[in-house]
Structures are given as structure tokens and as C-alpha cells.
């Protein structure tokens, strides 16, 4: 943790800088680096040296930690080969000694450890999470954030309790062109939402596989008590460990992975929590690969406010990994038109005309032609094709908040949020029913009962 006097000075800093910041990307590097001195640096350790971190959020971490006084100083991970990876990329880059720490609890025993980014497998963020802030240290925590409701309560509650700054990495919310569809679907001129098409779909027989990494595993060099968590206990399984997307419970897959980036956009868009219900199909198609968690699938949800069944519109998601070229695609759909964020543009397309209107005796309803942002300006798919703009604003936005001690772009809520809904897309996919939210008890329903494992 900080020392008083450090954060003292830090507080007194933000204190100081209120009267001329206008929000939190007002504010340049430089300008921290006038207002922050020298001796305040923050303290940053990697939880998991995964791909994901490596080629994606260490190069926008890496090209603003100079002016914005922020340095890395410890990597903690189970598995020797990853750790001893991490510390030699790290020193590499950074220029002096990392420390290399076994597990979260040498890492959090080093004094001054102020942050941390969080990129661990998908059922130990919101974990990870909840031991970040108890000892003191903000986070930039990937999505999903949880993938049980249990996890999810119990990591936003903590979160709460603290005075943590957590990012949550759904970097959507830090992009100019979502910003502006953000702004244009609050202020009223796109009308009512009638529907919201996410697709995501890709060919890739070797997406989430690890074979020539899942070769080199070995029990005796990592922790598979540890690394399991609060999961019920199985066999040791090397697979189960590199490749956990394609096994449930350790990632619901394709809800947790891309959904959960498309449908946080609903959720900010709107302001609604979660849906009313799901509904999915799918199953494992085309890679016959041992794996558990489905190669295609189609989610139907029902959105809209709780205490108003009359009024929603309906959200559908539909991902295949045997067919695509990985260009995800978000279309908001209106009595007037669209809003389509391949192309950044508000268009009439679709919407009420003339001749249609006049035979019901009703004007036409036609969007204007808007250009909301450079076409493109959008998320880059892959996870680690680095060199992503929206990954790049949206690490720059924690680092000054971590400084301003603002909220970030995606704070915890969010988080909590995108997990209700994916949480929600697993029940049903893996229940067959079609599943609800029991707003009293921050349950998932499916088929009269709390859904589980």
C-alpha cells in the first residue's frame, strides 16, 4: 500500500487539481507529471502473465508509464514457466529487477504495491478482484468479471466497501465512437430501441487452445489446489488449466468472452441492469475437441424496464467459431433507422417511410445521415493482436484515475452488470430453460431454481 504520506500528497494533489478537471481524460500526461512528484510513483504488479497481458495491455501500459510516473515492479503466477517468462520480459522492458512472486500472497506482502492489473483465467477475476482491494491496491480487472452470481455479489460488495479504483477491461467504454453512440441514443433523437443485433464469429479451429503450451504443464510446477479456488476439486488436468475457456466451470466461453463486451453496450446505453430473460440454443458443432463450452451459439434476450412489461425490445447474440472473419458487429435498431457501430453511423436505413406511414394515415419516421466517429475507429477482435485504440484509451483512463481517484470509464458496476447477462446466457444454455433475474435476491433463475454449476 501507499504510505500516509504518499497518499496524503496524492489526495492533496487531486484536491488541487478539481478546479480545472473537466473529466477523466482532461487532463494531460504532462500536466500529472507537473502536479505528481517525483517521488509518488505508483507501484504496479501483474496478476497472471497471460498472452492477453503480455501483447495487449502491457504496450498502452508501457507507452504512458514514463509521463504518467507509473512503473512495474512484481508479476505473480502459478506456473514457474509463466512466471519466469513474466520476470524476464518485464526486466527486459522495464529496465531493472522484477519480482517474480509464487502466488497473491507473496505479491501482496511487498510494501508499496499500490495497483495491479488483474488478467487470470475467467473465473478468478472477480476473485482476484476482492484480493486486490482488501490489500489496498486498485485494479484493472479483465472481463468477465465473474462468471456465478456468488462471485459477482461478493466482489462488487467489496469493491463498495473499499476506496479501490477497479477498471473493469470492457474498453468499449473508452472509445470515441461509443462515447458518441452513447450520447445519441441518451439524448432522444434515436428514439425508442427496437431491437440490438451482436453478432461474433470466427474459423479458427485453434481458438482458446494451448496444445504446444498444454504439453509443457507439469503438475509439480504450478498449483492446481490454488489455482482452482473456490471450484469444486477434480483431477489434476493441464487442459483444464491453459485452455479453460472451452470448459465450464471455469469460463462459460463464448458469453463470457465476447458477449459480455457487446451487451456491457446495451447496458450503457440504456441504463438497464441485465435482462428480463434469456433464452439460447447452440452446442458443439465442428470442433470435436474434448472441449464442453459450445462452438455456436444464439442467446435471445428480453430487455427492458422491470416494473413495465409493456414496453423492452430484444437483443439477440450469435457467435460460430467454424465460419467468420472475426469483424464483430453491433447494430441498434429503431422505429427510424439505425445506429451501426461496424461503420460508425446513424442512418434512415429501415426506418418508417412515406409510402408505409401514409397508408396507416402516420408521418415518416427517418433518422438523419450521421457520421458519430472515423469508420475506423473500432474494437480490434483478437485479444492479442495489440495496437488497439479503444484497449489503449481505456488503460490511460485508469492511470489518471488512479491518480485523480475518479471513477474510471467502467467501473465495478459494470462489471457486476455484463455478468448478470452472461451468467444468465450460460443458465440457459446449459438448463434448456429460459432463464430470469430475481432482482430480490440477485439470483439467476432457471427453471424455479438458483442456477449453480
Known sequence: MLSTSRRNFIKQAAVAAAGTYAGTMAMSAKSYGRIIGANDRVQVGVVGFSDRFRTSLFPPFFGHHKAMNFDLVAVSDLWSVRREQGVAFLQDKMGHAVKGCRNNDELYQMKDLDAVFVSTADFQHALHAIEAVKAGCDAYVEKPFAETMEDNRAALKAVRESDRIIQIGSQRRSGTNYMAANDFIRSGKFGDISMVELTWNVNQPGR?????????????????????????????????????????????GMPGQWMSHQIDTVHWFTGLKHPRSVVANGGIYAWKDGRKNWDTTTAVFDYGPQDDMSKGFQVTFSSRMNNGEERPAEIYYANGGELNLVNNTVSPKGGLGAGHAKEMGMEPNLLPELVLADPKMRAVASANTGGDALVTSHILNWMECI????????????????????????????????????EKTQEVMAGGKVFKY
Not at 410 to 438: L, W
Open 208 to 252: 482458446w487452445r494451448r496444445p504446444a503450451l498444454v504439453a509443457q504443464l507439469k503438475e509439480a510446477d504450478t498449483d492446481w489446489k490454488r489455482y482452482l479456488m473456490n471450484r469444486p476439486f477434480e483431477a489434476w488436468d493441464p487442459r483444464k488449466y491453459l485452455e479453460y475457456r472451452l470448459f465450464w466451470p471455469y469460463s462459460s
Open 403 to 438: 491518480r485523480s481517484r475518479k471513477q474510471p470509464n467502467a467501473p465495478v458496476e459494470a462489471g457486476y452488470y455484463h455478468s448478470i447477462a452472461t451468467i444468465m446466457t450460460n443458465a440457459a444454455a446449459r438448463t434448456g430453460f429460459k432463464v430470469t433475474f430475481d
